[in-house]
């Protein structure tokens, strides 16, 4: 069942997909399949970023609560309940911490590591002493990695060119402000 959201919040964060790289750990190696699901053991080794989970569950909002908000038809809806979905660590948190009742049906427990605090560090200062065009590059250094985790890669574009042309065109608009990927 859905519900239109009676609110919606929009925020911009300063440098978002670094900070998520610099802050938090990623899986990087399946542990174990859970035989025994215990929530309260999940959520505390999530919340200390010991473990993280991929979890199969049935929720349901037992409250007024705010909801998830998932695109459908290219539209901002409110889930009250669903079964059967996956999720992650964070969501799980997520739908505790906000008064779900879940039901964990399947759990596969992964290593976490920090991948990308060395990767971050070393562009965003670069980033942070530069300007122009190399600025511009090095934000790109930083944003484009953590986004090609979500691509679409059913939507991209791909251009052959050679250099006489690649100049041509970067004449007639700024290469820079789209997202194309051009190749000589």
């Known amino acids: 069942e859905y519900v239109k959201p009676e609110y919606l919040n929009v925020y911009d964060i300063n440098s978002l997909y670094p900070s998520a790289m610099y802050n938090y750990k990623y899986s990087v190696r399946l542990i174990e399949n859970e035989k025994i699901i215990n929530p309260e053991h999940i959520y505390e080794n999530i919340k200390i970023q010991k473990y993280n989970y991929l979890l199969n569950v049935d929720y349901i909002n037992i409250g007024n609560n705010p909801n998830p908000v998932l695109t459908s038809h290219s539209r901002l809806v409110a889930l009250q309940q ?103």
């Open 82 to 184: 669903n079964s059967n979905q996956w999720i992650t660590g964070r969501e799980f948190m997520y739908l505790i911490d906000n008064g779900f009742f879940v039901n964990i049906n399947k759990s596969f427990k992964f290593e976490n590591a920090y991948l990308f605090q060395d990767y971050v560090k070393f562009f965003y200062n670069k980033k942070s002493h530069s300007k122009g065009m190399e600025k511009i590059f090095y934000k790109h250094m930083l944003n484009d990695l953590y986004g090609k985790f979500g691509q679409n890669r059913q939507n991209e574009k791909y251009f052959f060119m050679d250099n006489q042309n690649i100049n041509l065109l970067d004449s007639k608009i700024k290469l820079y402000d789209f997202n194309l990927n051009i190749y000589s």
